[in-house]
């Protein structure tokens, strides 16, 4: 291309190559440094956020064996960026207690989870006592994805916990494509405690010191169940007149 | 100094821009893997048959309520509840009163059923 009117002899041919080069290689090399982490942080932050819904998905089946008398459940399940485990109620270091002021007590009663670690990111989802709970390794507080079903009725002043125990034979993990088999071990125990007058309930959290999801706890029963927090960890429901405290043990065959 | 041929030159700036569109394109991509994916949560959850059995017991109840003893009304409201409770996870209250009206006299029903999803509240007359 000749430009009329101008003079080109101190155009290179050499110094346009070179300036063209450079600016294809200054492209390329800013796409790398910038947008090949960007894109790394999008897959591992879909691969968390699909996580979330299959832990919901976990969620749905397990209440379907404890509140809809479905003996087995098996679900395929994608799990990307992370792995899946199993933690057995014997091996959890997380507990719950449920106490009146009239002196009853569960005792504690160890639960065990779901639970997935990212890989690339620091997120952390589990499934414990039929809520799905999410935290940030390494950082404190938590938070609650997807609600238990406990309630409290009005009407008949009754207060209703479930406790669902994880429970598997050896540890189990997981990565990639999967099938989470599960049933309900008989049997489902009830303790069902009328008292004359209304009571005050505590539920008392024990959270595991390196897996700890009692903000999320706290959250919910302060939430969504008016539940006082009269101590650490430990939560008051006053009038009531009668506990209902169903716990089930839900047995994982394999993930 | 022979001149090259510079006419190809948008070539390499269409690279670049193109470069730059499957920059996008992989972020939208990445977005996209999340849309379609529900859970199996069950829409339609309304314990229809549940409250229906009880109702249909309800029923029952109140025609044979004169003739009951008071430990025998005791007896089976216990029955209703706990069954209630331990199979379909539900607290079930009732109580029946009776009442006239010019149509005859009936005992009124007043049925409560919770399972923690589906509160649901009725009271029915039955005419004897």
Known sequence: MT????NERGVSEAIGFVLILGLMITSIAMVTLYGYPVLLKE???TDVRNMERAMIVIQNDIKNLCYKSVPYEETALQVSGGSLEVVDAGAALSSFNITTSEGFSTGDISLGKFRYF?????AVIALENGAVLTRQDGQQGSAILAEPRWFFDDSTDTLVVYT???SASEPLSTMGMSTVRMSLTSPTTVMNTSFGASMGVNVIY???????????WKN???????????????????GVEKLIVKSYTVTVHSV | MERLNEDGQWIVLMGLLVAVGIFFLALIINQSALVGQTTSEAVLEFPKSDIRDISGEMQDLADAWEGLTEAQKANLKNDITTLSLYR?????????????SSDGDFHLVGLHYNNGVTVYNDTTPYYY
């Open chain 2, 88 to 100: 379909k996870n539900a607290i079930v209250d009732f109580d029946v009163t009776s009442g006239t």
């Open chain 1, 118 to 122: 990212s890989d690339r990111g620091s």
């Open chain 1, 3 to 6: 430009l009329k009117g101008m």
């Open chain 1, 206 to 216: 024990a959270p595991d010191t390196d897996d700890d999801y009692s903000t999320g």
């Open chain 1, 220 to 238: 919910y029963l302060n939430g969504t169940l008016d539940m006082a927090e009269t101590a650490a960890n430990t939560y008051t429901l006053t």
């Open chain 1, 43 to 45: 897959q591992s932050n």
């Open chain 1, 164 to 166: 669902i125990n994880i």
